[in-house]
């Protein structure tokens, strides 16, 4: 009918796709969580870095699906890789926190994450040449028994903070909080990004990392539509171990943390690539200042 087409501004049909954020989680193969109690911080610099290598190889991949990202980077990294850092924001994509070398949230007090964030800051904003003001918890570790961590970030001035999984799950979650962007500290613009989960019946199902890497895709791409649907941004995450194949294997690690770990290394790049060519992508500030706009 002619009335539709001459719709008021803002409705859905006449509006640009959600933008949603992209972002990888920039450490190496043997700094994850799977691996803390097998493998020594000590021992990380004797190593094989594969890091560097692999980071080049996600950048490449953004080129060619014409994606600007975000790039969580632990302080290790950065201090190890300053170059590395340029190249990530010489290529137009965001530079932000992922904390200095991978301690989980919930086992530091207030001053030691307080300290950590800073010092991976000065770091990130030395190397790549531009303010960080993003931050993503190693292993999504701001749940229900750190609510001060929300605090100390937006007293630090971040943006935003996409370090929330809404979910039940082994290793992290917490599971009654939002599954929407929300502002977690009265009084502070600074929002909370959750990574996004699938709601399948009652049930939350993550969609990110190796869980994209082990399930169909299409599981991902109908939590992105879900979240969409909803008018907000979904936030996916991946590592750049997770695109090598090559890397070396831990043998002692426990065998579920390998099964994560290794399995479909080799299919991960072409499921990002038709990952990205389905829904509109973006670096996860321009995505948080969006999100911000449309929150009270
Ligand atoms: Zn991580």
Redesign the pocket.
Known sequence: MFHSRIAPQGEASTEAPILNAMSV?I?DWF???AFENTIRRADWDGLEHRVEANTDAVIALFDACGVQATF?T?GWVGERYPKLMQRITDAGHELAS??YD?RRVFTMTPDEFRADTARTRAILEDAGGQPVTGY?A??FSIDQRTPWAHEILAEQGYAYSSSVAPLVHDHYGWPDSSRFAWRPVAGAGMIELPVTVAEIGRKRVATGGGFFRLLPGALTSYAVRQVNDATHPAVFYF?PWEIDPGQPRVANAPVKSKLRHYTRLEAMAGKLRTLMGKHAWGRTDRVAAQASLRLP
């Open positions: 989680d450490e700094q994850v969580g969580f632990l992922h904390g991978h993503r190693p292993s590592h």
